[in-house]
């Protein structure tokens, strides 16, 4: 079956929404040293054009530079963390459905991209902790048509102009695209230059979402 909703491309967020939200992965690190909950997102949300977090997802700064830069944010806050705490957090586990969904809307005949803040840490895109984890978003990584990473690209959403680009790239007007993020500050710019946005708070209402949008149905949970 192939869309004929006018849609000729779904655009992926990765981590949050391929995978597991690395914010699972703070919540449980802060229960785990006795911090305040949120504790992390709250010190990425602090200047977020141009803190640390920003800084390295960028790749104007390295691992050993953020580390420094993000513990004395932490202190600023009257916090006690290190940015190689957080580091390892980072990298989610892969959601079958999801990766299943992208071949479905491959068969349908859309175009997929991949828009990713990451980092040059760990191995590959998805800044994953092992080879193995590695290869396999790798395999995921080759799905797309495109994929933008903010460290390779020097740009980090939600600056409008990594959207444009995939769109340049792709060469596709932004109103023909679907765009996929779990962070609601990520799509509002995708929504300013034209696309439909979905915020994705679980994975079961971003596929229910997506199919309603593309008159497809996704697989359901085993």
């Given at each position: 079956?192939?869309?004929?909703?006018?849609?000729?491309?779904?655009?992926?967020?990765?981590?949050?929404?391929?995978?597991t939200?690395?914010?699972?992965?703070?919540?449980?690190?802060?229960?785990?040293?006795g911090?305040?909950?949120?504790?992390?997102?709250?010190?990425n949300?602090?200047?977020?054009?141009?803190?640390?977090?920003?800084?390295?997802?960028?790749?104007?700064?390295?691992?050993?530079?953020?580390?420094?830069l993000?513990?004395?944010?932490?202190?600023?806050?009257?916090?006690?963390?290190?940015?190689?705490?957080?580091?390892?957090?980072?990298?989610?586990?892969?959601?079958?459905?999801?990766?299943?969904?992208?071949?479905?809307?491959?068969?349908?005949?859309?175009?997929?991209?991949?828009?990713?803040?990451?980092?040059?840490?760990?191995?590959?895109?998805?800044?994953?902790?092992?080879?193995?984890?590695?290869?396999?978003?790798?395999?995921?990584?080759?799905?797309?048509?495109?994929?933008?990473?903010?460290?390779?690209?020097?740009?980090?959403?939600?600056?409008?102009?990594?959207?444009?680009?995939?769109?340049?790239?792709?060469?596709?007007?932004?109103?023909?695209?679907?765009?996929?993020?779990?962070?609601?500050?990520?799509?509002?710019?995708?929504?300013?230059?034209?696309?439909?946005?979905?915020?994705?708070?679980?994975?079961?209402?971003?596929?229910?979402?997506?199919?309603?949008?593309?008159?497809?149905?996704?697989?359901?949970?085993?």
């Amino acid at each position: 079956m192939r869309v004929t909703t006018g849609f000729e491309a779904v655009l992926w967020d990765f981590g949050g929404v391929i995978t597991t939200s690395p914010f699972e992965a703070f919540n449980r690190h802060e229960a785990a040293r006795g911090l305040p909950r949120d504790s992390i997102r709250r010190i990425n949300a602090t200047n977020p054009d141009s803190n640390a977090w920003a800084m390295l997802e960028r790749s104007e700064i390295d691992a050993e530079s953020f580390d420094r830069l993000f513990a004395e944010e932490a202190a600023a806050l009257g916090l006690d963390i290190r940015g190689s705490e957080v580091l390892p957090l980072l990298s989610g586990d892969v959601r079958p459905r999801m990766v299943a969904a992208l071949d479905r809307c491959r068969e349908a005949g859309l175009r997929l991209g991949c828009i990713t803040n990451n980092a040059r840490i760990g191995h590959g895109a998805g800044m994953a902790g092992s080879r193995r984890q590695s290869d396999e978003i790798a395999a995921i990584m080759a799905r797309f048509d495109h994929v933008l990473e903010s460290s390779k690209v020097g740009l980090r959403k939600p600056d409008p102009r990594i959207y444009q680009l995939m769109c340049e790239t792709l060469r596709l007007d932004p109103a023909a695209c679907i765009y996929l993020d779990d962070l609601g500050i990520n799509c509002k710019p995708a929504a300013g230059l034209g696309m439909t946005a979905i915020k994705v708070t679980g994975e079961a209402q971003a596929l229910a979402d997506l199919g309603r949008l593309l008159g497809l149905d996704f697989p359901a949970a085993a």
